[in-house]
């Protein structure tokens, strides 16, 4: 038995009076980034990606430093750079790495702070839309299944989910756009 809101699971707590900040979460190939901004210019508010405050801040791209100081160093980083953002004024739709809420200081901090929307992607779509890239240090074709299996508890962890495959970014803006209008007064 729940004694509290705060005792519930993610998504089964109530919305906030006001959502300020909204998350978008998913696999690499979700359309976090191209639907993020969309979504911040149909709001009117800005629009950052974790990934590139990472490699401003490090001064490398997220390949390099993933090449030159490991995963956990980014990881490092990129926990650095959510916990700023939470602390920065203003509406912002926040586009995390794929990997971000694996991370349950990042998970705790985001879902106190803001509204997650989980991208959800198959491994057949990121198949399609993505080809190996130097840019995505981890993709590799044949670990698609495993990592979204390591990642799913923490996108299941998202306040609401939105289907990408097949649709269009109109179509998941509209989405989230409509949630919004029914949960943020």
């Known amino acids: 038995m729940y004694n509290s809101a705060h005792d519930l699971p993610y998504r089964m707590r109530p919305v906030q009076k006001s959502i300020e900040r909204l998350y978008l979460c998913g696999f690499m190939g979700s359309g976090k980034t191209t639907v993020g901004i969309a979504l911040a210019k149909r709001l009117g508010w800005r629009f950052v990606d974790t990934d590139d405050e990472v490699q401003k801040s490090v001064g490398l791209s997220v390949a390099e430093l993933f090449s030159e100081a490991g995963e956990s160093a980014f990881r490092r980083w990129e926990a650095s750079v959510v916990e700023r953002l939470i602390g920065e004024p203003g509406h912002a739709v926040i586009a995390l790495g794929g990997g ?49 299996e390591a990642r799913r508890p923490g996108y299941e962890a998202a306040h609401s989910t939105v289907e990408t495959d097949g649709r269009t970014v109109e179509e998941i803006v509209g989405e989230i756009i409509q949630f919004m209008s029914k949960h943020n007064p």
């Open 100 to 148: 971000a809420l694996m991370n349950k200081q990042n998970l705790d901090a985001v879902c106190k702070s803001g509204w997650i929307v989980h991208l959800r992607v198959s491994a057949v779509t990121v198949r399609q839309r993505l080809a190996p890239s130097p840019d995505r240090p981890l993709y590799e074709a044949n670990r698609i299944e495993e990592l979204l």
